[in-house]
């Protein structure tokens, strides 16, 4: 018996993989979806069935926002049952931001949603956007015993695809651009696709698929340097309506330890703002109470982002302050693992 292909939706936003360069400005500027595929004949040999969705207006991806993340969102919710996998072709600069708030507004996901783009225009001769959409159609096409084999949001780039909410950009130049320092690749192709099982996703309980329909951007993020001025916190910490705060801090979590600082954040929290621990390393975790200078925010209850990106926690804020989770379980619920973020 012959069995079914899979059918897969292509969602392009915009990025690099279909620009073109505008003669008179000499710019990379976002074309449109027709094009882009004829150039990709290939497509066409692809063992599956592909429909397409475009936004009206591709776009670079430094101008997405909440409305692109829901719109997203609302396109997949609508293809759902009638669609094996979903690709999403995205612009590489902010792609682990839009495909960090995917995985959580898409909740209890059993099917692929995978994202990708490239470091060069598809007409270019030495473009890796064929590989790149290639390979993630097929993959977003993998299945076992009549099931995805992947069932979250992935993001494929040169050769590997990683669990989209621990990816950063990492490289404007190379044409691997992203890395996942604290969880390792999904899949990685090869001549053959090596599909790493131990490292998938998979939730604990089978629920129904449910998409969710709000984001709160009413948080901000502070990367802490040597030399920052009280001025710059305080003023910070003074946003009108700000809801959440991500200290960017060094290494396992430290910060300074001086009193004016240990001070601001203390009121701040009484003053029931959420402040998230993210340490700017690429890899590793926050480790509040290994030094002497994390032990302050320890006690004070700052919230452990544990080993999160800065780009998944600002996600998870804006989806659980769009949830509207409550002031007393909110610690409790950003330090737990909703979608595989953190360890
Ligand atoms: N500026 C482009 C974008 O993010 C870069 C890329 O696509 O790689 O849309």
Known sequence: MKTKKSTILLIYTGG?????????????????FDELLSNIPELNQLDCEIETFSFDQPIDSSNMSLKHWLQIASVI??????HDGFVVLHGSDTMS????????????????????????????????????????IQIAALKENGKPVVQEVGLYFEYKLYRANRTTKINAEHFEAFSSLNHPPLVESGVHLKVFKENLFRPKTAKKFFVHKKMDNNVAVLKLFPGLSPKVLQSVLQIPGLKALILETYGAGNAFTEDWFLEELKNAIKNNLFIVNVTQCSGGSVIMGQYET????LDMQVINGKDITTEAAIAKLMYMLGVGVTTKSFKTIFETPLRGEMS
């Not at 690099?16 to 449109?32: E, H, N, P, Q, R």
């Not at 919710?77 to 009638?82: G, M």
């Not at 994390?294 to 925010?297: D, G, I, Q």
Request: hydrophobic residues 35%.
């Open 16 to 32: 690099t993989i279909g620009m073109v360069k505008d003669y008179k400005t000499g710019s990379l500027k976002a074309f449109d």
């Open 77 to 82: 919710e609508d293809n759902y049952h009638n």
């Open 97 to 136: 931001y839009t495909a960090s708030a995917l995985s959580f507004l898409l909740e209890d996901l059993a099917k692929p949603v995978i994202f990708t783009g490239s470091q060069l225009p598809i007409g270019d001769l030495r473009t890796d956007a064929k590989e790149n959409l290639i390979t993630s």
């Open 294 to 297: 994390s032990k302050a925010m």
